[in-house]
């Protein structure tokens, strides 16, 4: 069963800043990895897909990278409403069991 | 994109059933496979259960197997959550959501989600 360890747990950062969120999974796998945004009251939504392809909205200011056991999410210049948790996610061929991170909170001062 | 809207949350007593719903909207819900998520009060994502397009396979989390069991009738795009056997711990907003942004038939990312509903198990 993998394992998928978010760190920082917390990032504080200005605006203009650039962000740089890790995901290490345990052990490492082939598939690809999504990441998430949820801002407090709201259900999770889709940033990047497939490890490093952004989804249909998604700022091109997010990009995503990595492979094997290390994957990043980074955000280039941060705007104030990037506050919010950021959470790494994959899923097994088979069984089709699905993991999230624990998350990284991201505050904006 | 697929609109998924939860119902069914409510307060329950430990041990007692609760029956979610999701309904999706649009034509293509029967393409997508599904999964339930719920998050408790100020913690992480938690996933619960997939089932396939057809219905015919489903998987469960530890936390939740032989207690919980997902079904989906795809005449009426609807996905289902009985719960049974409640506990404490078990309280949190439930999502339901789907995998999608498939590639090669592998789909991988959950690309759609509900609005989530709240259920409060206590006595």
């Known amino acids: 069963e993998i394992v998928l360890t978010q760190s920082p747990a917390t990032l504080s950062l200005s605006p203009g800043e650039r962000a740089t969120l890790s995901c290490r999974a345990s052990p490492g796998f082939s598939n690809s990895l999504a990441w998430f945004q949820q801002r407090p009251g709201q259900a999770p939504r889709l940033l990047i897909y497939d490890t490093s392809n952004r989804a249909t909205g998604i700022p091109v200011r997010f990009s995503g990278s990595g492979s094997g056991t290390d994957f990043t999410l980074t955000i280039s210049s941060l705007e104030p409403e990037d506050s919010a948790l950021y959470y790494c996610q994959q899923r097994d061929s088979w069984p089709p069991r699905i993991t999230f991170g624990q998350g990284t909170r991201l505050d904006i001062k | 994109e697929v609109r998924l809207v939860e119902s069914g949350g409510g307060l329950v007593q430990p041990g007692g059933s609760l029956r979610l719903s999701c309904v999706a909207s649009?034509?293509?819900?029967?393409?997508?496979?599904m999964t339930w998520v719920r998050q408790a009060p100020g913690k992480g994502l938690e996933w619960l259960s997939y089932i396939s397009t057809s219905g015919h396979v489903t998987f469960y989390a530890d936390s939740v197997k032989g207690r919980f069991n997902i079904s989906r009738d795809n005449t009426d795009n609807s996905l289902s959550l009985q719960m049974s056997g409640l506990r404490v711990e078990d309280t949190g907003v439930y999502f339901c959501?789907?995998?999608?942004?498939?590639?090669?038939?592998?789909?991988?990312?959950?690309?759609?989600w509900g609005q989530g509903i709240l259920v409060t198990v206590s006595s």
């Open positions: 649009g034509s293509t819900f029967s393409s997508y496979e």
């Open positions: 959501a789907g995998l999608g942004y498939c590639n090669g038939g592998s789909c991988y990312s959950l690309s759609m």
